[in-house]
């Protein structure tokens, strides 16, 4: 894996010898699945050697995943290990609201071996793994004939709602993590206000991961089913509750027209194009956005782009600002795995 020039990113490590031909093992941990791959270092990339998959629940601590891969894998002297988390990482520690493990990386280096062990929020991982991308791995939303250097925002809607950012130090794009997804919602019109007074009665605080992640969906849907008394077909209750939840709405909306889907999604993407609006204010994205996360690659053949772009510059007074600002969405999901391993090859001098 190339690093793609779109992306200048900063890392200082790559003009080092010391870091070619380096072993890695890098983790991805989500509340479902664990992803964890073997990878070497050379000439300022990275190769995925193999990587195995587990099921997170099964397993007390990822101490006990990490074992078990090198030990099916046969790894012996694996000099680096990455690990992305899906949460705040602070002095190498990490507790993940999603996840039932207390993560140090001072235990895996030690107990393990390792030269060097690194921690990132997944998002901030996301970051440097979409400077791997192939641009055949991006879709444009809108492009902008004015595009400007400057910051860029990612929007990442999945099982949480990641949120982070490119700092333009005017040369290279400098990764950072944020947990914008757990500010404040809130409502503009007399149905958002409806909506806001459901999910309060159920959360206390409405943070926008309440409305832009999987169970935000859900929320949206039972919004809709059962307060606005949009009817629901009995099959599709049916699959909604044996299958992938994101999936079936999808497919409903976009195979059968049901229009509970159709709403729901609209819905959806309407909020996702606010929060994208609030997030690039907040970080001057001057330089472009990235939405990306598990949601938005299930359902982008049913994304209307002019919409999207249409809602997305909607301000008081930075419209001037955000019509120029290039949208782009991420249509692969291995890019926290593959960030966390550039990041530990290639970071450090």
């Known amino acids: 894996m190339n690093l793609n020039p779109k992306f200048p990113l900063y890392l200082p490590g790559v003009k080092n010898a010391n870091n070619d031909n380096v072993s890695i093992i890098g983790a991805n941990l989500r509340e479902d699945i664990t992803t964890i791959a073997y990878y070497t270092s050379g000439n300022s990339r990275i190769e995925l050697k193999f ?42 520690k990490s507790n993940p609201a999603r996840l039932n493990w207390h993560l140090d990386v001072n235990e895996y280096q030690s107990k393990f071996g390792f030269d060097k062990v690194y921690m990132l929020n ?17 879709d444009t939303i809108y ?37 914008g997804g757990h500010s404040e919602f ?9 909506f806001y007074q459901f999910l309060n009665n159920i959360y206390g605080i409405v943070s926008w991961e309440n409305v832009l992640s999987k169970t935000g969906l859900f929320n949206i849907y039972r919004f809709l089913r059962d307060v606005k008394r949009h009817p629901e077909p009995e099959w599709l209750s049916e699959r909604l509750a044996n299958g992938n939840f994101t999936e079936e709405i999808y497919k409903a909306a ?15 993407l ?44 909607i ?3 930075m419209e001037d600002m955000l019509k120029n600002i ?20 290639y970071f450090t001098e």
């Open 51 to 92: 990587q195995n998959n587990y099921s997170t629940k099964d397993y007390a601590s990822f101490a006990d995943v990490l074992s078990q891969f090198i030990e099916q894998s046969q790894l012996e002297n694996v000099q680096r290990l990455g690990i992305s988390v899906p949460g705040p990482v602070l002095d190498g």
């Open 122 to 138: 997944d998002q901030e991982a996301a970051a440097y793994g979409i400077g791997l991308l192939d641009d055949a791995e991006l």
């Open 143 to 179: 492009s902008s004939d004015h595009r400007e250097k400057g910051n860029v925002a990612i929007l990442a809607p999945g099982n949480g709602l990641g949120e982070a950012g490119y700092f333009f130090d005017g040369k290279y794009l400098r990764p950072f993590a944020t947990e």
């Open 186 to 194: 809130s409502p503009r019109t007399n149905v958002e206000v409806e």
């Open 254 to 268: 976009m195979d059968e027209d049901v229009l509970i889907c159709k709403i729901a999604l609209d819905t959806f």
């Open 270 to 313: 309407e909020f996702l194009a606010r929060e994208a609006n609030n997030l690039t204010l907040k970080l001057k994205a001057t330089g472009g956005l990235l939405i990306a996360g598990d949601i938005p690659q299930i359902i982008r053949e049913y994304i209307n782009k002019d919409k999207f772009y249409e809602k997305f510059k």
């Open 315 to 317: 301000s008081d007074k």
């Open 326 to 345: 290039p949208i782009l969405l991420v249509n692969t999901d291995s890019t926290s795995i593959n960030g966390a391993a550039l990041y530990t090859a």
